[in-house]
Structure formats: C-alpha cells, structure tokens
C-alpha cells in the first residue's frame, strides 16, 4: 500500500492515544504475561519492536497509554526469558493458534473492493493482482484492500466451522480452552490454549493443520472404497469420517454436470454422477457409502473427494499455526490499519457477531477529511460512501478507518 | 520388581535400567572371561545395527540378553558417529517391536502408560475389517506418527473423536517403536570421551572397520558439487522456473528453493547472481536471506530444506511423480536420481 501521510499518522496516533487513555484500563493481559513476549509497530514504524516483555498487567498498560501503538502484538508461545534473543528465550510452550483471513480466499466481492496497480507500467486492476503482470510481465502491485460484510461473513463462517473440528475431533473444551478473536481487519483469530496443545511440536501442529484443511484425505481411509464395510455404526462416523460422507452428498447434491465434468473423472463416474445422482445421495443419507462404490471408481473417487472436502474443511493460513514462535495480535487492541478493536468474542456469541458494529472503538465525534477514492463501507448499520475526490464530515470511525487505510487526509 | 525375562524382552525400561544398576557391574568386571558372552553380544548387536538395522532376539539366556544391552549402548556411545545413533536406535526399536506386537493389549497399555506416559484406554470396537483395541489422546499419537508418510497414518484419515485416536494393536505397537526408538538415541547420542580397558577397545575397533567398510553404502555418496538440473524434483523445479518466469514466489517456496540449492552444493554466490538476474530484488538483501539460509549469519544454524510433508502443506509440493512416492524430502529425490544419471 502507499505510504502513509506524515500528517495522518500524527493525527491517528493522537486519536489512538486519547483512546488508551481512558481504555487501556480496560485491555486484558493475556495468561501468564511474564512468559510471553510482546511486539508493537507504531504508525510510520517499519520495524517491528520485539523482545519486550512485562512483569504485569499494570505495567503494560502503561506501556499503550504511553506510546498508543499503531499494532499490539503477544506471542503465542512462553518463555523463560520473553526479552532475551530467540536464540535465548527458553522455549517453553506455546498456545496452539489459527489465523483465518479472508485476504486469502476468492470472493466475489472482492472484485468489486478491491485494486492493484503495477508498479512497473500502471495496469490496473481489480480484485487480487495476476501473478505476473499481463503488460510488463513483472510481479509487484500497489494493492488496495478493502473490506465488506460479505468477506467477514465468510471468514466468520470459516472459524466456525474450525471450531466445531476442534471441539468435536480434538476434544477441547469451548469454555476454558478455546477464545475466538475477530482480528480487527479481514478475519478471525483462535487460540487454544490447554496444557496438551502447549507442548505439541511442529510437526504435531502442522499434522493438526492438514486435519483442519483436509490435506491428504484418501477416500480408502474414509470407508469409501471399502469393499466389505457395513457403514453406520457411531465410531464409522468419527473425525473426517462423518464429515467426508456429508461433504459428499452436499457435493453431489449441488454439483452441476458442467462442474462434474470439470472434475475430470473417468467417463463412468461422471455418467452415474449425473444419471444416479438420487441413488448415490441415497446411499450416502443412509450412512451407507460402500453402496456408492458401484458408482464411482476408486480414482474418481478421490478426485471427487478432493474437491468435496474443501466446503467443510476450514481455510487456516498454514504459517501461522506452524510458526512456534509467532506473534499474534492482542485482542482488545487497536488495529492501525482500521482503527478497529480487536476483538475477543464469547463463543456463543459468534453467530451473532457483527464486527462492523461490534468493533468500532471510537464511536462519538466527528472529523472532515478530504478523501481520494474509497469503496461503500457499512458501519454500524449506516452506508457511507462510495467516495470520489471528496471533502466530508464524517462520523469519527468513519473517518479514521479511511484515514487507517490511508484512503483521505484531514482536512484542518 | 520387573523380571529377567521381562527385562531382557525391554531393556531399556526404567525398571530394567534400575535393576541393572543394582546389580553394579563396573568396566573391569566386565574384562573377566566370564563376561565373553556378553560382551559378544552386545559386539552383535552393534553389528546387526549395522549390517540389517534390525537386532535379533536372543532370549535363551536372558541375563546376558539384558546385559548386553548397555554393553552395546556403551560401544556405539564411543564410536560417536552421529550417523550410527540413529541407526542403532532404530535397529533396537525394530527388535522390541517383534517383541512388542505378540504382547497382550493389556500390556501394550501398561508400557504406554507407565513408560511413556500416553493418555492411553482399551477398547474394541470394530470397523470394517479393522478390530480397534485402544485409544490414544492426539498429542500422544501425533508426537509419533507425525514423521510417518503413509496415508494411513495422516490425522485425517484416522477415527479421532473428543481427542482420542483410535489404534489397532499393530498400530500401537508401531508408534511405541517411536517412542523406544527416540529414547534409546537418547540414551546413545552423549557425547562423552569413554576411555575403555583393551579387550573393549578392541571390540570397538572391530566395528569401527565394520562401519567404515558399509559407510557409503549406508550414508550415500557425496552430491556432485555442479547443479544437476535434470535431477530436481518436481516441487523445486516448478519453483525454479517459476523464479526465472518472474511468478510470485510464497516465502515458503522461496525458502525451500534457497535451502535446497545450498545444500544441493550450489556455491553462495552462483546462487546470489541467479536471483539477482531474475528478480527485482536488491543484490543485498538476496545475499543477506541466502547468507543467513546458509548459516553464515544470525542463529549460525544451517537450514535443511523443509520434508515434502511440510511443502505438502504449504502448496510448495508440486505434480509429484513416483520417485516422490518413495522419498520424504526434497533432497532425497535428487540424491537417488544423481546416482541414477552417474550410473549411466
Ligand atoms: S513429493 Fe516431495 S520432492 Fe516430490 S514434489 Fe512433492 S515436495 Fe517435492
Ligand atoms: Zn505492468
Ligand atoms: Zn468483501
């Protein structure tokens, strides 16, 4: 993104300080704060300041009223010494985390939001950049990210959906071991946090993640190629068992033929696929997936499968969960590139949860700016924009979250 | 108190350790001749190691079986080549898994419990063809089957419920076979200076000649230090090209690419030129980020690049093909071909 005016950053950072004046009281320190390291960027800051840690709450706090962060960071993991060096801080855990951010799917709003423009020849474009450019072949874009209703819908959806695995296939606890974070931007944040999941290494945690995203589901080990299995007993439907005969069948039920062929499965499966679809759908209501093998080859099968499990498979980032060292967003802080709350959100709370209401921290006053370009935002139940090359008064969050994005300037 | 026989089946439990050192043999009761069988067995179970990787059982008599255990641990400690660590450990794990998977269940679950501290239940339940007879929490089963790369060990080809994994007996003897794997290299791999009485000396010399006669049929032979394009695998050639076209590369495939070729033997700077040519990357921070891959800054560690289970997870795997069937890493695939195209 473009560089942020000198006299925006002053102006949020003041707007940020006034508010950890008064709320950083409020700021939840995260569990057993002298293990853990924290990190902060300020407004214009290019490094990151790490390695800091804090003897308590009170003193952190301090720490937001005093320099009121552009972006409040914690780690997932805990320490013996949180301000040594890595190589010195004494690994001694760390939570189990999981970052869901919609930058990272295909929506089609984001075609409507969003824009690149090549930093090489000035193509534009909307939605995410091509890989490589299509005009001057190279691979850098200005990009401009916005965000909408529609992409935290589906990134909330998305976190739900790793809940339930969590819950159900790992067993942990939603009340105790599990807090779900709307991450102030595009997406939602899951920290487990259970003596069991703190000492899992990385190759534990990376398995964990194939689990979630349905890496390397084969249809053999789903009871779908069985030749002799019965089906229906309550440990068949255990784990990605179950989940796969659903995927299936939600599949198969919603599939067109042109997406069928699109999958590219031998001639007799696409044939059945289109022609028994009730009796395959059938089968697999019943519980009874063997009954479809007479329908579907074992390689198409597992093509089909594939495709299928990505709809109840939920879209973590894989870095983030793998990184036993990563730095995570503190909820309950600011985000400087919305002026939103980061947010922490009771688990049945979820459903309901509206972040374009919920999240806005600075909900009284109003500013002018002056604002260059900038898609329609809803927040709090109101519309403001789409903006052109405008001056308006606008209600405070508004008017910082363009300011945030970089999108205006205040006009004084 | 654990019995001889039990202790000579499983040496290497807490409570056959226990009772060996009760009994307090020291190096120079070791010398004396009524020792030989012992000190031939354990010479044996070092070249088993060697020679097939897997240690007999040899349970006639148990007291030099449980014996010659640490007699062998004690050799391989003083022959410190890095390389037989693994592979002792790996041989004497192979061994308590013959022993292991006739075991009753109830036993298997005592050792899982009490050794190793799995939160672990029987159960039976059948599913399929398969009789299920234990469930193990996840963190116990992924602490051991997270290295395997056969599909049906993935977590998500697995029955888990509530935390718990469901395991045939085959199953939990071979994830115990982990565990005994991984404590026994601990046991192994110290490094200490032993200085040892000649009759011991000499049995280790005699290995040592052993392993120095298989080390390259067992270790692999040296990479040729020029490139051999034609002998990468799918996932870094696609990055390869990728980088030359210009495409967006994640940081995940720029690293496995950089660590690649720094292990492949590719020299610093013909790797630094190679970026530097086809992207608009600055020369300095191309040479900072490959310095540093490379071990020569910051933590000082060299970086292998990650296994193909970890660019399976990352997307960096690309159209793998069936050398990738057989191999776990990147390097591994290119190690086999290199020897396939000097062998023509
Ligand atoms: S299997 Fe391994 S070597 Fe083969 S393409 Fe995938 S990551 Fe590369
Ligand atoms: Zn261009
Ligand atoms: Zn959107």
């Not at chain 1, 959906?161 to 899951?190: M, P, T």
Request: a neutral charge.
């Amino acid at each position: 993104m473009a560089e942020q005016d000198r006299g925006n950053e002053q102006y949020i950072t003041e707007q940020f300080k006034r508010y950890y004046a008064t709320e950083a009281q409020r700021v939840e320190a995260p569990p057993e704060i002298r293990r853990r390291e924290f990190g902060f960027l300020s407004f214009g800051g290019r490094t990151m300041f790490r390695h800091i840690g804090f003897q308590d709450p009170q003193q952190f706090r301090g720490y937001l009223r005093e320099y009121a962060p552009a972006h409040t960071y914690f780690s997932a993991a805990y320490y013996k010494d949180p301000r040594a060096s890595m190589a010195e801080k004494g690994w001694l855990g760390a939570d189990l985390v999981f970052d869901i951010d919609s930058d990272h799917f295909d929506l089609p709003c984001q075609k409507e939001h969003d824009r690149w423009t090549c930093r090489t020849c000035g193509k534009e474009g909307k939605g995410h950049p091509p890989e490589t450019c299509h005009d001057c072949k190279k691979a850098t874009f200005i990009e401009e990210t916005w965000l909408c209703e529609n992409c935290l819908r589906a990134a909330k959806y998305e976190a739900q959906k790793l809940l339930d695995i969590l819950i159900e296939d790992f067993g942990f606890q939603a009340s105790g071991e599990l807090s779900v974070n709307f991450s102030g931007n595009r997406g939602f944040h899951v920290h487990v946090r259970s003596p069991s999941a703190k000492e899992l290494d990385q190759l534990a945690r990376r398995e964990i993640v194939d689990y979630i995203r349905g890496i390397g589901i084969e249809a053999e080990y789903q009871g779908l190629i069985a030749r002799r299995g019965r089906g229906g007993t309550a440990s068949e439907q255990r784990g990605w068992r179950g989940r796969s005969i659903r995927a299936l069948y939600d599949f198969i039920a919603e599939a067109t033929p042109e997406q069928i062929k699109g999958l590219k499965l031998g001639r007799g499966a696409s044939l059945n696929l289109i022609e028994s679809r009730d009796e395959i759908l059938t089968a697999l209501m019943n519980k009874q997936p063997s009954r479809v093998v007479k329908y579907i080859d074992g390689k198409s099968m597992g093509k089909l499968l594939e495709a299928a499990v990505r709809e109840q498979a939920s879209a973590i980032d894989t870095v983030v969960t793998t990184d036993l060292r990563r730095l995570i967003r503190l909820p309950n802080t600011l985000h400087g590139k919305t002026g939103w709350l980061t947010q922490n959100i009771p688990i049945d709370d979820l459903a309901d949860y509206d972040p374009l209401t919920q999240a806005i921290a600075f909900t009284e006053g109003t500013e002018r700016v002056f604002i260059n370009r900038a898609p329609e935002i809803v927040l709090s139940g109101e519309t403001y924009g789409p903006f052109e090359e405008e001056s308006l008064e606008l209600p405070l969050a508004v008017a910082i979250f363009l300011l945030c994005k970089n999108a205006a300037r205040v006009e004084r | 108190m654990i019995s001889d026989r039990e202790a000579a089946k499983y040496p290497f439990l807490n409570d056959a350790v226990t009772y060996v050192e009760t009994l307090g043999l020291t190096l120079e009761n070791l010398v004396d001749p009524s020792y030989t069988g012992v000190l031939e067995r354990g010479e044996r179970r070092v070249s088993q190691a060697i020679l097939s990787g897997e240690a007999t059982v040899e349970l006639e008599d148990t007291l030099t079986e449980l014996l010659s255990f640490p007699v062998a641990n004690m050799f391989i400690t003083a022959m410190a080549e890095e390389y037989l660590f693994r592979r002792y450990a790996l041989s004497e794990a192979a061994r308590a898994h013959e022993l292991l998977k006739d075991e009753a269940e109830e036993r298997i679950a005592k050792l899982a419990r009490l050794e190793f501290g799995w939160d672990l239940r029987l159960v039976q339940e059948r599913v399929g063809e398969k009789l299920y007879r234990f469930e193990a929490h996840f963190k116990d089963y992924l602490k051991n089957a997270a290295s395997f790369r056969e599909p049906e060990w993935k977590l998500v080809n697995r029955l888990i419920r509530n935390g718990y994994v469901l395991l045939t007996k085959r199953d939990a003897s071979r994830l115990l076979q982990e565990e005994i794997q991984r404590r026994i290299g601990s046991l192994v791999s110290k490094r200490r200076r032993i200085s040892l009485p000649d009759p011991l000396r000499i049995r280790v010399n005699n290995l040592q000649k052993l392993f120095d006669e298989n080390r390259s049929r067992l270790t692999g032979q040296a990479l040729p230090t020029k490139l051999l394009t034609e002998a990468l695998p799918p996932c870094i050639r696609h990055a390869f090209q990728g980088l030359m076209a210009g495409r967006r590369a994640s940081h995940m495939e720029r690293f496995a690419l950089t660590s690649f070729l720094i292990n492949a033997g590719m020299g610093i700077d013909d790797i630094v030129k190679l970026f530097a040519s086809i992207t608009d990357f600055d020369e300095q921070f191309t040479r900072y980020q490959i310095e540093h891959i490379a071990g020569l800054r910051g933590s000082r560690t060299r970086y292998t690049p990650p296994t193909c289970s970890t660019l399976k997870t990352h997307r960096v795997c690309y159209e793998p093909d069936r050398l990738c069937e057989r191999i776990k890493h990147p390097l591994s695939y290119y190690r086999i071909k290199v020897r396939d195209y000097q062998r023509e």
